[in-house]
T-cell receptor, first 113, second 112 residues
Framework: DVKVTQSSRYLVKRTGEKVFLECVQDMDHENMFWYRQDPGLGLRLIYFSYDVKMKEKGDIPEGYSVSREKKERFSLILESASTNQTSMYLC????????????FGPGTRLTVT | SQQGEEDPQALSIQEGENATMNCSYKTSINNLQWYRQNSGRGLVHLILIRSNEREKHSGRLRVTLDTSKKSSSLLITASRAADTASYFCATDATGANSKLTFGKGITLSVRP
């Protein structure tokens, strides 16, 4: 079974802090994704990556950056956390490029105070 | 931009009844997928239907796809309390480089 793990289930940070959210998958998937989920807005794609050191912006990349130094690990970085980044963050991975299902981690609920 | 739109937003049924959820989308797709999310958890993939397929079954799930109407439906038969969750459709639009666009979800409550 595919396993996608995220470094924290719950995280509380202060405004202005640099925040790292880590995601690791164990199935050698090429694609990895970061979403945020907010009530009434569904899932919105922040960034995704097709390969090591590759990244592409999703629908809402502002205020975020990502890093993919190894195939199994995809990190989301909030350079200077703000209260409007309080959200549930979901990482996902999938095979190849052409429409395979995504496997999700359990999510990190981030609160920025 | 929101591609998939689910309908209804919320559904409450009695255990044993069937649940039907609908999804409409706007542009051409390679495939459409349905996911389930239990409260406070990640999403779990349920079923994928490709654009050249019209119907697909998996256990108690039946998915249909009508590309002429740009719509899909998910039917859960003989529902159970454990089916209580949010359900999302996601579209893999043609030319979207395998990005999925998710709808806002349907909240299904199954009363025991």
């Amino acid at each position: 079974d595919v396993k996608v793990t995220q470094s924290s289930r719950y995280l509380v940070k202060r405004t202005g802090e640099k925040v790292f959210l880590e995601c690791v998958q164990d199935m050698d998937h090429e694609n990895m994704f970061w979403y945020r989920q907010d009530p009434g807005l569904g899932l919105r794609l922040i960034y995704f990556s097709y390969d090591v050191k590759m990244k592409e912006k999703g629908d809402i990349p502002e205020g975020y950056s990502v890093s993919r130094e190894k195939k199994e690990r995809f990190s989301l970085i909030l350079e200077s956390a703000s209260t409007n980044q309080t959200s549930m963050y979901l990482c996902a991975s999938s095979r190849l490029r052409l429409g395979y299902e995504q496997y999700f981690g359990p999510g990190t609920r981030l609160t920025v105070t | 931009s929101q591609q998939g739109e689910e309908d209804p937003q919320a559904l409450s049924i009695q255990e044993g009844e069937n649940a039907t959820m609908n999804c409409s989308y706007k542009t051409s797709i390679n495939n459409l997928q349905w996911y389930r999310q239990n409260s406070g958890r990640g999403l779990v993939h349920l079923i994928l239907i490709r654009s050249n397929e019209r119907e697909k079954h998996s256990g108690r799930l039946r998915v249909t796809l009508d590309t002429s109407k740009k719509s899909s439906s998910l039917l859960i038969t003989a529902s159970r309390a454990a089916d209580t969750a949010s359900y999302f459709c996601a579209t893999d639009a043609t030319g979207a480089n395998s990005k999925l666009t998710f709808g806002k979800g349907i909240t299904l409550s199954v009363r025991p």
